[in-house]
T-cell receptor
Framework: EDQVTQSPEALRLQEGESSSLNCSYT??????LFWYRQDPGKGPEFLFT???AGEEKEKERLKATLTKKESFLHITAPKPEDSATYLC????????????FGTGTLLAVQP | DVKVTQSSRYLVKRTGEKVFLECVQD?????MFWYRQDPGLGLRLIYF???????EKGDIPEGYSVSREKKERFSLILESASTNQTSMYLC?????????FGPGTRLTVL
């Protein structure tokens, strides 16, 4: 069964303290892995798509990497405005465009 | 920019009422999706649509139906709302390999 697991469930950082969020997945053929950011009470906001092992994408303080079994979202020198829930999702190879989501990591960055 | 809008941000309904949630995208996308999001369970797919009048059940379709009469509009219908349908409902539109989400509707069923 296709599955996505994110860890940790929650993470508290001091401003400037770098860390990584993990997304491990099992899927029958990966078509793409997606990272979203979600603020409280709002819809998820698209961040990155990764397609193949070894691929990396960057945006401001965020960097996403992908291996054959997992993805990491690295946060460098975070600021309080980076506080949010970060969601990971995978799309399996096949005829549909469905996504399978993890339950997310709640990140709190304290000043 | 992809823009996905949902008809209401907050909605309060009574048990047994028929509820309509609407989603509109302005980019002529073929694929649209309805999810519900609950703490600890993540996003779960209710229904999706490939094109006008085309629909397919997701993982949790029970108690819901959908309608897609025009390409830009995808409606989620709760035929008889129940308290266990209290949740955050999210609509998404698919474009260039990516799903883009609307702002969500927080539905409370009393």
């Amino acid at each position: 069964e296709d599955q996505v697991t994110q860890s940790p469930e929650a993470l508290r950082l001091q401003e400037g303290e770098s860390s990584s969020l993990n997304c491990s997945y099992t899927v029958s053929g990966l078509r793409g892995l997606f990272w979203y950011r979600q603020d409280p009470g709002k819809g998820p906001e698209f961040l990155f798509t990764l397609y193949s092992a070894g691929e990396e994408k960057e945006k401001e303080r965020l960097k996403a990497t992908l291996t054959k079994k997992e993805s990491f979202l690295h946060i460098t020198a975070p600021k309080p405005e980076d506080s949010a829930t970060y969601l990971c999702a995978v799309q399996a190879s096949g005829a549909t465009n469905k996504l399978i989501f993890g339950t997310g990591t709640l990140l709190a960055v304290q000043p | 920019d992809v823009k996905v809008t949902q008809s209401s941000r907050y909605l309060v309904k009574r048990t047994g009422e028929k509820v309509f949630l609407e989603c509109v995208q302005d980019m002529d996308h073929e694929n649209m999706f309805w999810y519900r999001q609950d703490p600890g369970l993540g996003l779960r797919l209710i229904y999706f649509s490939y094109d006008v009048k085309m629909k397919e059940k997701g993982d949790i379709p029970e108690g819901y139906s959908v309608s897609r009469e025009k390409k830009e509009r995808f409606s989620l219908i709760l035929e008889s709302a129940s308290t266990n349908q209290t949740s955050m409902y999210l609509c998404a539109s698919y474009w260039l390999d990516t799903q883009y989400f609307g702002p969500g509707t927080r539905l409370t069923v009393l």
